[in-house]
């Protein structure tokens, strides 16, 4: 009996630390705003009024992290989970930040990277960001197993 409250003891302790450092490495990392919109499509980005954002998570901790990116208008849901062996972020893009995508996919992926990286040998959990179009087709994603020496984006 005390094995399985020990044991749950240590996975409630590696989900909070887990959680902890991928809302510490997002928060680090600061908004993705509209001041990154690529230059050559300013009155895309401003002339188009922002859509509404939706915030999930899996505790309030990460609801929180991810009502922070849902400002600057680049997207529509954001959604932070963890648990004792994952952690987790999808981002569906915005229409007018969909529209730029092309031109502003390898600076997103070159930030996330090495927050994946970061989160994965802090927490020593696998870690996964994926970007998604409007429509929902995954559009890019950084993969890091705790396992692995490195994080891969694409």
């Known amino acids: 009996m005390e094995d399985a409250v020990e ?14 450092a991928l809302l510490v490495a997002l928060l680090a990392l600061g908004h993705f705003t509209q001041d990154e919109a690529p230059s050559s499509s300013p009155t895309v980005w401003s002339a188009e009024p922002d859509e509404p954002c939706r ?33 987790v972020g999808n981002f569906q ?20 990277g090495p927050v994946a990286t970061r989160v994965a040998d802090q927490a020593g959990v696998n870690v996964a960001f994926s970007f998604h179009s409007p429509d929902g087709e995954m559009v890019a994603g950084c993969v890091r197993r705790r396992s692995d020496n490195e994080t891969v984006c694409r």
């Open 7 to 20: 044991r749950n003891r240590r996975q409630n302790r590696n989900i909070v630390i887990g959680i902890g």
């Open 55 to 87: 915030a999930e998570g899996n505790t309030a901790e990460a609801k929180a992290a991810a009502q922070n990116w849902c400002g600057g208008g680049v997207f529509t849901t954001v959604n932070f989970s963890a648990d004792e062996n994952t952690a």
């Open 93 to 112: 893009l915005s229409r007018k930040a969909y529209r730029v995508w092309p031109e502003m996919k390898a600076k997103v992926l070159a930030q996330f």
